[in-house]
């Protein structure tokens, strides 16, 4: 069976940030940013490169191993590049479509705390735990395609996203009203875009309780 996500992992610091992932529970192969181990993985469904920068010879190595995995199953692909301190402007905004453009990726931009990990979360976890809302799996992957994404571990969807993924990671207690306050939220910060709303069942201590990804 293919996995749902495989997850090139490059440099230290993601790699850290990558080993709080369940693999199980996720579906997820994680990988280091080593060619022999790539060209022998198979491909999952979504794919994942984890950069510690985002200079060209990263995106040149991150392109090639995204390539070398999709020729082994794989399917849409997403760059995930180190955190922002802050929502990115319009001239980073600017740098991330262009990595989407060499990388022929989704370019993802965590805003901290979010992190790579929860990059892979968000895009993951509606396709592999089951929740209280459920998605077309169609849905998720029409999402990711070359082109600039924005990730908050918050409500803070960027008002000129044309698409919007809002992972409600919500605890076994939680109700239907979490992901209502939530789509209604979303749609009052973002009037024109489209969203799809998911809500997977995690544990209390695992990670931010909303993930929110803004797709230019």
Do not use: N
Not at 16 to 35: I, N, V, W
Not at 90 to 110: D, E, F, G, H, M
Not at 112 to 127: G, M, Q
Not at 180 to 194: I, V
């Amino acid at each position: 069976m293919q996995a749902v996500g495989t997850v090139v992992v490059c440099g230290a610091a993601p790699a850290q940030d990558a080993a709080q992932l369940d693999g199980t529970a996720l579906s997820c192969e994680a990988l280091p940013a080593d060619f022999r181990a790539i060209k022998q993985a198979q491909g999952g469904s979504l794919l994942f490169a984890l950069l510690d920068d985002a200079g060209d010879p990263s995106l040149a190595a991150a392109a090639k191993a995204l390539r070398i995995l999709r020729r082994r199953g794989g399917g849409e692909a997403l760059l995930v590049l180190p955190a922002l301190p802050a929502t990115p402007g319009p001239q980073a905004i600017s740098r991330l479509q262009r990595a989407a453009q060499l990388t022929c990726a989704c370019a993802v931009q965590p805003v901290a705390p979010a992190s790579w990990a929860d990059a892979v979360r968000c895009f993951v976890e509606p396709l592999a735990v089951y929740g209280l809302a459920g998605v077309d799996a169609r849905e998720i992957h029409a999402l990711v395609r070359p082109r600039a994404a924005v990730l908050h571990a918050s409500l803070d969807v960027l008002p000129e996203a044309r698409d919007l993924l809002v992972s409600c990671r919500l605890r076994p207690s939680a109700s239907l009203r979490e992901l209502d306050e939530a789509a209604r939220s979303a749609a009052e910060r973002a009037p024109g875009a489209k969203l799809i709303l998911a809500g997977p069942e995690v544990s209390p201590d695992d990670g931010p309780r909303v993930l929110a990804a803004s797709l230019f």
